[in-house]
C-alpha cells in the first residue's frame, strides 16, 4: 500500500490541478443555481470521488506495467526488452533508454569474457597444482623408501622442501577454489581428532625436527564440516605456529563446549603477536613486525585459513600476548 502511495504520489500536482478544475466548476454551479447544487451535490461527491479512485487505479497499473517491463529489461537488456520498454515510455526518454540499452550490453558482454577468462585461470591453476602433485609424490616416496640412505641432515633439509612445496602448490589451488565460481564442498560428518592427527601426521618430520611437544585433550565428537576443507584450515593454523616456535616448543589442542557451541583451541608457545598487529593478523598479505621470521613471511596463511572458515561457516578468531604465545579458536555450530 505505501508504494502504491508513492506511485501517485508521483502524478500529485496533475490530481491537484483536476481537483482544482472540479472545485471551480462547483462554485460555478453553487453562483448560478442553488437549488441544483444543494439537489446535485450528493450526485456531484460520488462522482468526484469515482473519477479520482479510477484514475488513481489506472495510474498504479500503468506505473506497476512500466516497472515491471524495466525490471525484465536491467535483467536481460536485449533489444526485444529494449523495444518493450520503449513502448511504456514516452518518446521523450527513448535516447536515454537506448544509451542504457548499449551500455547495459556492453557490460553484460564484458562480464561474460571476463567470467570465461576467470574459468580459463581457475581450471589451468587446478590443472597445474595436480601435475604439481606428481612429482611431490615422488619425493615423498624417495624420502620413505630411502631415508637410511640419507644423512639427517640432508633429509631434514628434503622433509621441509617437501614440506613447503606441498603447502605452497595447497595454498594456490584452495586460493583458486575459494575465488572460484565452482564449489565442490561435501558436508558429513567428520571427526575434529582424526582431522587434527592426519595433518600432524603430515607435519610430522618438521615436529620432530623442532622437538614439538604435542597435548590433545580432545574427545570423539563429530562435527558437520567439509573433510578437505577442514583439514587445509589446520594446516594453515599448525604451519604458522611451526614458522614461529620458540624454544622447547608445544602445541596444545582443546576440544570443549561453549555457548552451544564446539570450539577447537590450538596453542603454541612460540613468540605470539603484537597487541597492535592482533586485529589485522587476518587480512590478505599482512606480515606485521613481529620478529625476522615475519620478513619472508606472504602474509596468505592466516588469510586462507579465515576465508576457508567463512565457506564452512565457522568462526575463526585469534588472541596472543606478545612473547607468550599464540592461540587460534576454531568455533563450531551444532548441527542438530
Not at 561474460?112 to 585461470?121: A, S
Not at 607435519?203 to 562435527?223: G, H, N, R, S, W
Amino acid at each position: 500500500m505505501k508504494r502504491k502511495f508513492q506511485k501517485i504520489l508521483r502524478y500529485m500536482p496533475w490530481l491537484l490541478l483536476l481537483f482544482g478544475v472540479d472545485a471551480f466548476f462547483t462554485v460555478l454551479l453553487w453562483i448560478a443555481d442553488l437549488d441544483a447544487f444543494y439537489a446535485m451535490s450528493a450526485l456531484l461527491l460520488l462522482a468526484v470521488l469515482l473519477m479520482f479512485s479510477a484514475i488513481c487505479f489506472v495510474l498504479v497499473r500503468l506505473e506497476e506495467k512500466r516497472e515491471q517491463v524495466f525490471f525484465d529489461f536491467l535483467a536481460n537488456p536485449d533489444e526485444y526488452h529494449e523495444e518493450r520498454l520503449l513502448g511504456v515510455l514516452v518518446p521523450a526518454q527513448g535516447e536515454a533508454v537506448r544509451l542504457l540499452g548499449r551500455c547495459l550490453r556492453d557490460k553484460q558482454n564484458a562480464y561474460i569474457g571476463l567470467l570465461e577468462q576467470m574459468n580459463d585461470y581457475e581450471e589451468y591453476v587446478e590443472s597445474w597444482a595436480h601435475e604439481a602433485k606428481t612429482p611431490l609424490s615422488l619425493l615423498t616416496l624417495l624420502l620413505d623408501n630411502r631415508r637410511e640412505e640419507l644423512s639427517e641432515t640432508v633429509s631434514c633439509k628434503l622433509d621441509y622442501i617437501q614440506n613447503r612445496l606441498q603447502e605452497s602448490v595447497n595454498q594456490m589451488l584452495f586460493y583458486a577454489r575459494l575465488k572460484g565460481s565452482r564449489k565442490d564442498y561435501l558436508f558429513e560428518h567428520i571427526s575434529v581428532r582424526g582431522c587434527v592427527e592426519e595433518v600432524l601426521e603430515d607435519y610430522k618430520p618438521l615436529l620432530e625436527e623442532k622437538q614439538f611437544q604435542i597435548q590433545a585433550d580432545m574427545t570423539e565428537q563429530t562435527v558437520c564440516s567439509d573433510r578437505r576443507g577442514l583439514r587445509f584450515l589446520l594446516r594453515q593454523v599448525i604451519s604458522n605456529s611451526i614458522k614461529y616456535c620458540g624454544k622447547e616448543p608445544e602445541l596444545i589442542f582443546r576440544f570443549f563446549k561453549e555457548n552451544d557451541c564446539h570450539v577447537l583451541s590450538i596453542r603454541d608457545n612460540g613468540m605470539g603477536v603484537r597487541s597492535c598487529d592482533l586485529p589485522y593478523i587476518f587480512e590478505k598479505g599482512f606480515t606485521g613486525d613481529s620478529g625476522e621470521g615475519r620478513k619472508k613471511a606472504t602474509g596468505m596463511g592466516l588469510y586462507l585459513a579465515k576465508e576457508m572458515a567463512k565457506e564452512l561457516n565457522l568462526s575463526l578468531d585469534a588472541n596472543s600476548e606478545w612473547g607468550k604465545g599464540f592461540e587460534v579458536r576454531i568455533v563450531f555450530p551444532v548441527v542438530g
